[in-house]
T-cell receptor, first 114, second 115 residues
Framework: AQSVTQLDSHVSVSEGTPVLLRCNYSSSYSPSLFWYVQHPNKGLQLLLKYTSAATLVKGINGFEAEFKKSETSFHLTKPSAHMSDAAEYFCVVSPNNAGNMLTFGGGTRLMVKP | GAGVSQSPSNKVTEKGKDVELRCDPISGHTALYWYRQSLGQGLEFLIYFQGNSAPDKSGLPSDRFSAERTGGSVSTLTIQRTQQEDSAVYLC?????????????FGPGTRLTVL
């Protein structure tokens, strides 16, 4: 069994300040972990993924995430927020089995103030 | 190249009617998934197709829900006798192969509203 907890349903930052979106997971397997972003009325877009290679993963648009097995965390960060980063972000775990059905966190809505 | 496409983008129906939602995966992708995104339940897995194997239906919420995938490509999700709690965005995703670390690519979704 696997689950994902996104610790904040809403995060508000000012443009140009750092972003931190928190995610904790549990999994019976050695999972793959993903962050997806969903802009209003748009589909889910992959930001980055961890698949048991380097624990610090760099994604698109300046985002990165660090896999910490001891803390079962996969927090998403960005050094400087941009207005276009305002969206909903989903932390996702995959069991790395044949089916690979994704389990989603509840989502974090990021708001960026000018 | 073309991504995953879904149709219709929006569907409004009356309670008790049947609806069909369509998904065109990325060409050559062997794995196809349906998920549902609703206010109360978040994003949840519904059904999974891999090649010609029998689908994994473990996420379907009731026997009113069914899906098929013809010729290993296009998939149709059918909801019979729709209920108001079926209102949600239905998302389709495809994956290149059975490789466990391959990325799932999502379509834009179909927003279903049951009146």
């Amino acid at each position: 069994a696997q689950s994902v907890t996104q610790l904040d349903s809403h995060v508000s930052v000012s443009e140009g300040t750092p972003v931190l979106l928190r995610c904790n997971y549990s999994s019976s397997y050695s999972p793959s972990l993903f962050w997806y972003v969903q802009h209003p009325n748009k589909g889910l877009q992959l930001l980055l993924k961890y698949t048991s290679a380097a624990t610090l993963v760099k994604g698109i648009n300046g985002f990165e995430a660090e896999f910490k097995k001891s803390e079962t965390s996969f927090h998403l960060t960005k050094p400087s927020a941009h207005m276009s980063d305002a969206a909903e972000y989903f932390c996702v775990v995959s069991p790395n089995n044949a089916g690979n059905m994704l389990t989603f966190g509840g989502g974090t809505r990021l708001m960026v103030k000018p | 190249g073309a991504g995953v496409s879904q149709s219709p983008s929006n569907k409004v129906t009356e309670k008790g009617k049947d609806v069909e939602l369509r998904c065109d995966p990325i060409s050559g992708h062997t794995a196809l998934y349906w998920y549902r995104q609703s206010l109360g339940q978040g994003l949840e897995f519904l059904i999974y197709f891999q090649g010609n194997s029998a689908p994994d239906k473990s996420g379907l919420p009731s026997d009113r829900f069914s899906a098929e995938r013809t010729g290993g490509s296009v998939s149709t999700l059918t909801i019979q006798r729709t209920q108001q709690e079926d209102s949600a965005v239905y998302l389709c995703a495809s994956r290149a192969s059975a490789g466990s670390t391959d990325t799932q690519y999502f379509g834009p979704g179909t927003r279903l509203t049951v009146l």
